[in-house]
């Protein structure tokens, strides 16, 4: 007697992983109600697909992945057109479709064929992929994944110079005071990693879009929200200290508007954002270079910025280095206002 039907089916190769995922990725585009069956039943194949390809991609919890057949894999992938579907079917996607496709894109991306990444290759000739998942933000259901797989995206420099170039980067500034705090604390995640992850990329961008760029960022750091004030005033810290920013930050601290922005976060309610006021402020302060403007308005309002210098702490007094940078700024802001007091 035959027992070959308990026999566990051939494990499928890379190539028929890859047929099957985009079959079944291209039976969700439903164009009527009748089909609507066969929509729900290419959904449990998408799904089910999709727990092959992670399994092939990361093993099964017992048996790690074969090295073989992941490259394989990502290369059919990348030369399927599989990347495009499965960016743009993540809206038709169930939760754990979803879940796993996040997982999934982070390996692949990852992936080097014969020295190349082409999965990254692939979304370097079809970047209308990134702007596509950075405009999802506007729909709550998927925000999160494919916040997931943009920040994956970052982490390639060719990535992020475009996401910072592109029409869609302005979106940002939207999504990061997004009611819907998830969506909008997930957004401003990948904000801070395009503005902070390739230093040269940035310091291109900021040298190419300077004007435009500081006008939205003054929004956020005046924003009501305090969550948004504090985030962005932290974030113009980590990326305008850069070496890299070096030009950007000496321009930024000649600028009279934006001292007026950090003397008026210094009086935030909030101790954090005094305390991160104050280490933007003091290179307006101690910049060698202070414009005949910059200097009359600290010397305008010196007594009520040492005053207020003199009662910020951080720690109950416990950090002696910000004491001691305080005290040199509350004494360059003195000289600057004797010096024009003389001048009168």
């Keep these: 007697m035959s027992f070959s039907f308990f026999k566990p089916s051939r494990p499928k190769t890379p190539q028929e992983v890859t047929k099957a995922i985009k079959d079944s990725?291209?039976?969700?585009?439903?164009?009527?109600?009748?089909?609507?069956?066969?929509?729900?039943?290419?959904?449990?194949?998408?799904?089910?697909?999709?727990?092959?390809?992670?399994?092939?991609?990361?093993g099964d919890g017992e048996v790690g992945p074969d090295v073989d057949q992941v490259l394989q894999l990502t290369l059919e992938i990348s030369k399927e057109d599989v990347?495009?579907?499965l960016v743009h079917e993540l809206p038709s996607l169930g939760w754990e479709a979803r879940k796993d496709l996040v997982h999934c894109w982070s390996i692949l991306l990852k992936q080097q064929v014969d020295?190349?990444?082409?999965?990254?290759e692939y979304i370097e000739n079809?970047?209308?992929?990134?702007d596509f998942l950075v405009a999802c933000y506007d729909h709550k259901e998927i925000a999160l994944h494919c916040g997931n797989m943009l920040r994956e995206c970052i982490k390639f420099p060719t990535?992020?110079?475009?996401?910072?170039?592109?029409a869609s980067f302005v979106l940002f500034f939207k999504y990061v005071e997004l009611p819907t705090f998830?969506?909008?604390?997930?957004?401003?995640?990948?904000?801070?990693?395009?503005?902070?992850k390739h230093g040269t990329v940035v310091s291109e961008y900021l040298t190419a879009h300077y004007d435009e760029f500081f006008d939205m960022y003054e929004k956020l750091l005046t924003s009501s929200n305090y969550v948004t004030r504090r985030q962005s005033l932290k974030l113009l810290s980590d990326f305008i200290l850069e070496p890299a920013n070096s030009n950007i930050m000496k321009r930024y601290v000649l600028e009279v508007r934006y001292l007026k922005v950090m003397m008026t976060l210094l009086r935030d309610s909030s101790r954090n954002i005094q305390i991160s006021a104050f280490h933007i402020f003091k290179v307006f302060v101690a910049n060698p270079n202070k414009p005949k403007e910059i200097k009359i308005i600290l010397a305008k309002n010196h007594e009520k910025l040492v005053d207020l210098l003199q009662n910020l702490s951080v720690k109950g007094g416990e950090d002696e280095e910000f004491e001691e940078e305080k005290e040199l700024i509350i004494k360059e802001i003195e000289r600057v206002a004797r010096l024009h007091n003389l001048k009168r």
């Design 25 to 58: 990725l291209m039976a969700l585009d439903i164009k009527t109600i009748s089909e609507v069956k066969s929509h729900e039943k290419a959904m449990e194949e998408v799904e089910k697909n999709f727990v092959t390809m992670r399994c092939m991609l990361s």
């Design 83 to 85: 990347l495009s579907l």
């Design 115 to 120: 020295s190349r990444y082409c999965c990254v």
């Design 126 to 130: 079809h970047m209308e992929l990134l």
């Design 159 to 166: 990535l992020a110079k475009y996401m910072l170039n592109s």
């Design 182 to 196: 998830d969506v909008a604390s997930d957004s401003f995640s990948t904000f801070k990693d395009l503005l902070t």
